[in-house]
DNA sequence: CGGCTTTGACCGGCGC
DNA sequence: GCGCCGGTCAAAGCCG
């Protein structure tokens, strides 16, 4: 069944420029899953690639697995200003996962801060933080008002810390699988 | 009781 | 200058 595939199809598309620290998780990759063994289906969010799209972030591309998106341009526009140094420069990284469920557990622990209401999709968009301490990791899910089962998560910044959860436990992966499977 | 979700208000940027 | 819009805050409530 397709219920909870949660399939990256881009895996076919190697991405030319995975070369660069696209993978946010990759600081303490070698602690917990260097191999794919731990982290089930969100062990493959390294294979991501980030392309400088300019606007495509609401662009509900039919088959594009993720959009990466850069604030490089305008992070220049306050010249002249008082800038405090590093201003945003953040990066993020979307991936689309074809799930029936909004919340996936990537092993890190979430706080909701927000919710809005998107424009041209009738699913609210949903912001979440990492609640490790001096983590300010970001992420939005979004789920798309065409494909309903196809939701769109939006990471921003990387961790740099272990993961909390106990994810080693494979076990558990798979029995969360199964929850998402009974929908 | 502590951590998390909910939800409306608030804020800064941007376009008109 | 004003209003829209996307993102965040924070108080209150919920739940394990």
């Given at each position: 069944?397709d219920s909870?595939?949660?399939f990256?199809?881009?895996?076919?598309?190697?991405?030319?420029?995975?070369?660069?620290?696209?993978n946010?998780?990759?600081?303490?990759?070698?602690?917990?899953?260097?191999?794919?063994?731990t982290?089930?289906?969100?062990?493959?969010?390294?294979?991501?690639?980030?392309?400088?799209?300019?606007?495509?972030?609401?662009?509900?591309?039919s088959?594009?697995?993720?959009v990466?998106?850069?604030?490089?341009?305008?992070?220049?526009?306050l010249?002249?200003?008082?800038?405090?140094?590093?201003?945003?420069?953040?990066?993020?990284?979307?991936?689309?996962?074809?799930?029936?469920?909004?919340?996936?557990?990537?092993?890190?622990?979430?706080r909701?801060?927000?919710?809005?209401?998107?424009?041209?999709?009738?699913?609210?968009?949903?912001?979440?933080?990492?609640?490790?301490?001096?983590?300010?990791?970001?992420k939005?899910?979004?789920?798309?008002?065409?494909?309903?089962?196809?939701?769109?998560?939006?990471?921003?910044?990387?961790?740099?810390?272990?993961?909390?959860?106990?994810?080693?436990?494979?076990?558990?992966?798979?029995?969360?699988?199964?929850?998402?499977?009974?929908?």
């Amino acid at each position: 069944m397709d219920s909870y595939q949660t399939f990256f199809s881009c895996s076919s598309a190697t991405p030319p420029a995975s070369s660069l620290s696209l993978n946010m998780a990759d600081s303490h990759a070698h602690n917990e899953f260097q191999g794919s063994k731990t982290n089930g289906f969100f062990g493959l969010m390294s294979e991501m690639d980030q392309l400088p799209v300019s606007n495509a972030n609401n662009v509900p591309q039919s088959r594009s697995l993720f959009v990466g998106s850069e604030s490089t341009d305008d992070d220049v526009k306050l010249a002249g200003k008082k800038n405090v140094g590093k201003k945003v420069r953040k990066p993020r990284y979307a991936f689309q996962t074809r799930s029936q469920v909004d919340i996936l557990d990537d092993g890190y622990r979430w706080r909701k801060y927000g919710q809005k209401a998107v424009k041209n999709n009738k699913f609210p968009r949903s912001y979440y933080r990492c609640t490790y301490q001096g983590c300010s990791v970001k992420k939005q899910v979004q789920r798309l008002t065409k494909d309903e089962g196809i939701v769109v998560t939006t990471y921003e910044g990387m961790h740099s810390h272990p993961i909390e959860k106990s994810t080693d436990n494979f076990e558990h992966i798979l029995s969360q699988m199964q929850i998402y499977a009974s929908f």
